[in-house]
Nanobody
Framework: QVMLVESGGGLVQAGGSLRLVCAAAGNLPCISAMSWYRQAPGKERELVATINDGGSLTYAKSMTGRVAVSREKNRMYLQMNILKPEDTAAYFC????????????????WGKGTQVTVSS
């Protein structure tokens, strides 16, 4: 079983920065890729960034150049810079399972989210 907890959200002015943290606990060897998603009120959930266990990175086109994802032991980080009001959303952490390991529960895990609000 894997558990995820996000933190680091808050209120920031446009142009400011925030660093989000996703802390993972449980059966950590069962985690392969980890991702950040966000969802604004009235809008669908969208992918922000992904980092796999080999270090490969993927970013949403709308945030490329303003965001950086990294991974260190049991934590995944999302550094966000030059924030805009349209970045306001709840940000969620997701962990994908290692399908090659038969001892792992083969289902994705989500955190509860952390709120980011950017004022203009």
């Amino acid at each position: 079983q894997v558990m995820l907890v996000e933190s680091g959200g808050g209120l920031v002015q446009a142009g400011g920065s925030l660093r989000l943290v996703c802390a993972a606990a449980g059966n950590l060897p069962c985690i392969s890729a980890m991702s950040w998603y966000r969802q604004a009120p009235g809008k669908e959930r969208e992918l922000v960034a992904t980092i796999n266990d080999g270090g490969s990175l993927t970013y949403a086109k709308s945030m490329t150049g303003r965001v950086a994802v990294s991974r260190e032991k049991n934590r995944m980080y999302l550094q966000m810079n030059i924030l805009k009001p349209e970045d306001t959303a709840a940000y969620f952490c997701k962990a994908d399972p290692k399908v090659e390991d038969m001892t792992c529960l083969h289902r994705e895990t989500w955190g509860k989210g952390t709120q980011v609000t950017v004022s203009s």
